[in-house]
């Protein structure tokens, strides 16, 4: 199975800071099949960036993906205080289907 | 309102038996794919089982294969997790969660999740 890594592990950082998370898989990731989520606590996840790079619905223009084959990258261009919470990513291109361990985006 | 509640959560002994279940509203539940992700806080989100929109398929993570089942009713827009013999590691909060595109297994809506502890 593809093992995703997520670094950092903790980003502290200022409202309107940029923030830009990494995802690292351990094999290619087929068709860009990649996924980003938002989780805040005691919430679902909820789904943000799909395929890699296109917004889901609602998702604010400020969020972007990037990335194809092993190395994906969320950025948020002005950081808003309802950002902060934990990002995962998610590779749905080969079964089965395997989750980052997170990144913590805190409140510097 | 488009949303998943799930339901059954609860302590049990390790080799016992639970079932889930998680009612979806706001959204034609027929026409989609469904799954269940659990989430420890040792493992992550972890991907259980996924079944097909008119439940004639379905898939399992290795380390459920042969005790879990997972099934729906899509006359009462119910997804069921069937858990048998259960393990301490299986304990996590169990969340439903919509496919988002046919054969494409990433979700687009969850529920807020049922939390199973086993333990004795």
């Known amino acids: 199975e593809i093992v995703l890594t997520q670094s950092p592990g903790t980003l502290s950082l200022s409202p309107g800071e940029r923030a830009t998370l990494s995802c690292r898989a351990s094999?290619?990731?087929?068709?860009?099949?990649l996924v980003w989520y938002q989780q805040k606590p005691g919430q679902a996840p909820r789904l943000l960036i799909y395929?890699?790079?296109s917004r889901a619905t609602g998702i604010p223009d400020r969020f972007s993906g990037s990335g194809s084959g092993t190395d994906f990258t969320l950025t948020i261009s002005r950081l808003d205080p309802e950002d902060f919470a934990v990002y995962y990513c998610?590779?749905?291109?080969?079964?089965?289907?395997?989750f980052g361990q997170g990144t913590k985006v805190e409140i510097k | 309102e488009v949303r998943l509640l799930e339901s059954g959560g609860d302590l049990v002994q390790p080799g016992g038996s639970l079932r889930l279940s998680c009612a979806a509203s706001?959204?034609?539940?027929?026409?989609?794919?469904m799954s269940w992700v659990r989430q420890s806080p040792g493992k992550g989100l972890e991907w259980v089982s996924s079944?097909?929109?008119?439940?004639?398929?379905?898939y399992y993570a290795d380390c459920v294969k042969g005790r879990f089942t997972t099934s729906r009713d899509n006359s009462k827009n119910t997804l069921y997790l069937q858990m048998n013999s259960l393990r301490a590691e299986d304990t996590a909060v169990y969340y439903c969660?919509?496919?988002?595109?046919?054969?494409?297994?990433?979700?687009?809506?969850w529920g807020r999740g049922t939390l199973v502890t086993v333990s004795s």
């Open positions: 706001g959204f034609s539940f027929s026409n989609h794919g």
């Open positions: 094999q290619s990731v087929s068709s860009s099949y």
């Open positions: 998610q590779q749905y291109g080969s079964s089965p289907p395997t």
């Open positions: 079944i097909s929109s008119n439940g004639g398929l379905t």
């Open positions: 395929a890699a790079s």
């Open positions: 969660a919509k496919i988002a595109v046919i054969a494409q297994w990433y979700f687009d809506l």
